[in-house]
């Protein structure tokens, strides 16, 4: 049998037709067999903040594919290259499928043991500051509740943040100090709306991919691209405004100058509902506009063309990401865009908001449930009424919650370098890569006592640390994420975690048993919709009002965006659209602030020993630190190394050509073997990474000066200086 | 023309119980007499995001690294007003389609609709259409051992659902429209772009929408990668060892020449076989005598070696054997000139092959005289189309000289130091075995390079993925 099957296989009379059948999906149509699904799980893309709709294909114990929900009210059916493959990462290698302690796998019992007996001697021995918590924004919203409570009150830690920090901190910031409370108050549908709109630091073809077809639907919109790169987005845009990085300030301050002058801002119907005008026109009078013009890099009959088209827009929608919030400044330039809407009448109506396209696929939850800028249902940690509120809804005396925030991601790694966070536990993030001037982190990390990171896959992270807890991914629990237009959507196990490994919300309600807390702050709790029914009542009369949103109300309907207040018949059955539709914001007298700001420069501007400024960003193949895209070959095969983006008059200056590997280098940090592409959609003075890779990993470049108010890091400016490696 | 083919799919299932969901048309695109379908791409509305290439690997459930729709960039413009326009393709259904006319087993097929079909079954693995293909589409499946190409998801759109690439496209910019094939075989400019071999060629059918504002001065994103092609060693052996047999065939002197002739022919043929990636069924290799020169090679030469066989018994059989041997090297070159491959695709292709045979094949029959005219004649060969390429911006044209000048320097210095060598050689009067050595070694390394500096004719590429699938 063997040798005939040899030979048949020399002798090619075999192609492997029976490996390419196709069968007839009574859902999908026809396909390869491979693919074919016997029952379909309604589901949400677990990648961006999006928050496309999804079906997953599941034969036998395997998901073979997925399909975009096409009666999902986001993405109608489409998805992007990361979800279409996405069924790939639950079988992908590198799962972790057990516990370890120091290398060695170990039982639950015995990580779980270690982690909680650690954790609580450090506590003891060094106080409440010893130990800290760093999550994601790709948990559900169930297990952000439970480690919220978890963490701050059942632990009693100091100090809670989330990679959220680094991604969209500053348009929580920004949406506080303008709004009085974090919540992005647009929706996709008015990116469909406007007449005008502006994408600010916001490349969403590369992104977001899926937003990109609601801009182009809306043919009648004059699209304006802020961004010192030339994006495929900035490519669609009618006005591409190349910016010089970090004046963002300025550009904004000439565009609210120019409104101002030309009388196209009503100031009489403004001025009842904001504060602080008068300090911003007085500050908007004291500058040169020929001055600001210079240092923005756009002249001053562009500006004024961008001003004019805002200022007669009927419908403005001003959407930015991380161009905006990865910036030392990113916070105040938020709180200009928010000005910039407020004054123009351009927020509460439809096509019409300052609008902030946040990362990951549930940063928003953690934002609303977690414990971390806020307490949850953006309540004040300063508030009294706030902490009698959750004290009363849960139970616990007052005097349990934490009086403030506690540390930032950045001063979190800080606190670890000089001694006084002894224990961290990492959940579903890749500091080594994602965090900035990473060989003072690695330093950092080295020092602790007790490094526990929880995840789905081996990452660098993981590889450096004591315990290791194995978390079932997307695919294979429940929950749900909340995208960037405050809408919520489910998210369904298809199949069984491997192995050991577990959802993350067992493994916080298995901690809190251990802690002792589990039947104070998670009585009766056994799975996510336990947690999820107790957040709507914790955040009934909040802002992000979820009270009227049951799981079942979000099936009928695919996602419901929050504020849903229950038993309120004005709100449609997919929730509010929009907020601040009365025009009545969450801060004193109901009135938002608009913020005299200054521009600030650059703390270390390129000069003679690093002559050019290193952008970085992303690319649409990869996700983050590629910890699941850089498992899915065809991701990989679309883009499988780092490169640089060298303008080709600093290409010719420094003898590189495309192709060639470069190695750059800033005060900080060295990359080696970078593949060079030469290409004029960067500026001459200025080179792109995308900073996906562990290996060529931009993050040895970055500089770690953060916002003053939101700690977001400064990811997107800083001098470096690039050699051909011949 | 027939249907489907069955290897396309299989419908042994009940047809769809509920109506599908995605991608569908709102009814299905009837075609009129003298139309085909084909692809419609809009370049405005592309976004570069790679859907489309997902979504047919996923629908076609083709291993890592078989690419059946590609997306390439071609950039151009000056800060701020560049321009990167993206390029989603993958087969052209051509209305000459020249994948079809090598084919040497008929494994391809111009559907009623248009569609240029693929027979698996029929296919033996010899990549001659990854040759004539101007925009490298099939590709050589290795997993399979045949090459495999897109086939507009035909299962698909016998239901009336458009194709993975355009259901996945989230901005709709690729299309399915009917095309009046006489209209479009009169105009088919609506098929060019900047970095793209020419419409012309095949009479591609994809239409391509242009934006308004293309730079005049554009170059590929995928320009720099340029690298050596794989070296189909199979074939390296196979020419220039039937050339040599030919060689020897045509100046014939005594028994012993008779028996390496026939010996030279045997051993090519049978090494020939190595390069199919089903050798098994080589002989379908017949099939397409009418339009295919590689099916004419595969005749011709097999008609050759039992020839040079009989000869070796019957002298008389000689002149027979060297005609229809020089006919068989005519239609082994002939196969290389194809506009898929510019720098195989001139008559100096004949001379490069005709001068391996004069090299070598008089070197064992005595004439050494002939052998240095054979030396030259490669020489000459390889000069003239350096200088005809040298120095075209297309890199399918302008990177064979990069490639024998630079990269492979050298190799390419080794190659004119063993023709020199064999010269001296000669000149010498050293021993047969010497010379023939030498004269041998410079042809096979000739003809390696032949190989591996080819740049074949291709859509523009991706900074990463710049002749994917183009060669094995």
New interface residues.
Partial sequence: MNVLDTG?R????D???D?????????????????AAERWVRSTCGYCSVGCGMLLGVKGDEVV?V??D?DHPVNR?????KG??EHHILTAPGRLLTPTIAGEAATWDQALDRVVGDFQRLLDEHGPEAVAVISTGQLVTEEFYALGKLARLGMGLAHYDGNTTLCMASAVSGYKLSFGTDGPPGCYEDLELADVIVLWGANI??NH??L??RV?ANRDAEVFVVDPR?T?T???ADV?V?VAPRTDVTLLNAILRILVDDALVDLDAARPLVTGLDELLAHLAAQDLDALADECGIPLPDIRRMATSIGNAQRCLVAWSMGVNHSAQGTETVTLLNTLCVLTGNIGRPGAAPFSITGQCNAMGTRETGFTASMPGYRSYDDPQHRRELADLWGVAEDRLPTERGRAYPDIVNAVMNGRVKGLWIIGTNPLVSFPNREVLEIALARLDLLVVQDGFETPTTAIADVVLPAAIWGEKEGTYTNSERRVSRVRAAVAPPGEARPDFDIFLAVADRWGCRDDLFPGWVQPRDAFEEWRVVSSGRPCDYSGITYERIDAVGGVQWPCPSGDPSVPLGGTARLYTDLRFNRPDARAAVRSVTRQPLQQPPGRQYPLLLNTGRT??HWHTRTKTGRI???E?????A?LEI?PDDARATGI???DLVRVTSSRGVVDRLRA?V??????GEVFIPFHWDERCANRLTTDECDPISREPNYKQCAVRVEALH | MTAVPVELRRRDDPPAATPPTTGVWPELLPLDAGQQYRFGFSMSACIGCHSCEVACAEQNGLPAGTVWRRVGEVEGGTYPDTRRLQLSMSCNHCLDAACLTGCPTNAYEKLDNGVVAHHADDCIGCQYCTWNCPYSVPVFQPDRKIVTKCDLCLPRLGEGLLPACAGACPTQAITVEAVDVEAWRLDHAAADMPHLPSASLTISTTRIELPADIPADTIAASDWSLRPEHAHWPLVWLTVLTQVAVGVSATVADTGDRLTAAALAGLALVGSLAHLGRPGLAWKALRNLRRSWLSREVALFGLYAPLAALAVLVPPAVPAAAVVGLAGLYASARLYIVPGRPSWDTPLTFAAFGATGLAVGPLLTGRSGLAVAGVLLGLFALAANLLRLRGARDVSRGGTPQLYLHRLRAWTGLRLFTAAAALAAIGLGAVPALTIALALATEVLGRWLFYVTVVPANMPGSFWRHTAGSHR
């Fill in positions: 048949k020399l002798l090619g009379l192609h492997g037709g490996r390419y059948r196709f069968v007839d999906d009574p859902v999908r149509g026809p396909v390869h067999e491979s693919r594919t399909a975009g096409p059916g489409r998805l992007c290259p279409l493959s073809a590369d991919p899926l990109a077809p182009m030339v495929k900035a490519q669609l591409h190349p649409v193949e070959p065809i991701l095969g679309l883009a499988p190394e490169w303008h050509r495309s192709g592409r290409t004029a959609i960067v500026r001459p």
